[in-house]
């Protein structure tokens, strides 16, 4: 072979590494950009976590201040004017027997079941009221219409 020929294989050698070495440069090219994607990802996603970090705080003492407000409210039922109504046990009718309001139902003596019946709205309640079992009181709104069952002498207080 002569010079030539061997300039040219060499040439050749040469040219074969350099397309390696160039396609080696594309991939090593494309998986940094590619960290360089996930690394913007994560500052993200970092940004994002701290963003809900301090919403959730914020939820948190919202929530915290909620409950306390309905604490205040729960323990706070305030009297309303009119006296207290005791009714034996029996059935009664609301807005005859009991006027149309919201109550307080207390147990007298003695425990006993408190059943509320409405044919109109659908709805039913009902609650043992005891002084050594069941609720000690019941807040409920008697609606004209409703009718009302008591297995115990209740004293029905008045409240807003």
């Not at 050749?12 to 494309?30: F, V």
């Not at 807005?95 to 509320?116: C, Q, T, W």
Request: hydrophobic letters at 30%; glycine letters at 8%.
């Amino acid at each position: 072979m002569s010079d030539l020929e061997d300039k040219k294989e060499e040439l050749t050698t040469i040219e074969k590494d350099l397309k390696e070495k160039e396609e080696a440069w594309d991939d090593a090219e494309a998986k940094f950009e590619a960290l360089r994607e996930l690394e913007t990802n994560k500052n993200n996603m970092v940004s994002q976590k701290k963003d809900a970090k301090e919403e959730l705080r914020s939820l948190e003492e919202r929530l915290e201040t909620k409950t306390s407000e309905l604490e205040k409210i729960k323990t706070r039922i305030v009297e309303a004017k009119g006296k207290p109504i005791v009714l034996g046990a029996g059935h009664y009718d609301m807005g005859k027997d009991l006027p149309p309001g919201r109550y307080k139902a207390e147990p007298v003596s003695g425990s006993g079941n408190m059943f509320i019946g409405s044919d109109v709205y659908e709805r039913e309640a009902g609650i043992t009221l005891g002084i050594d079992h069941g609720e000690s009181s019941f807040v409920f709104k008697a609606v004209s219409g409703d009718s009302m069952r008591l297995g115990t002498s209740v004293r029905f207080t008045p409240i807003q």
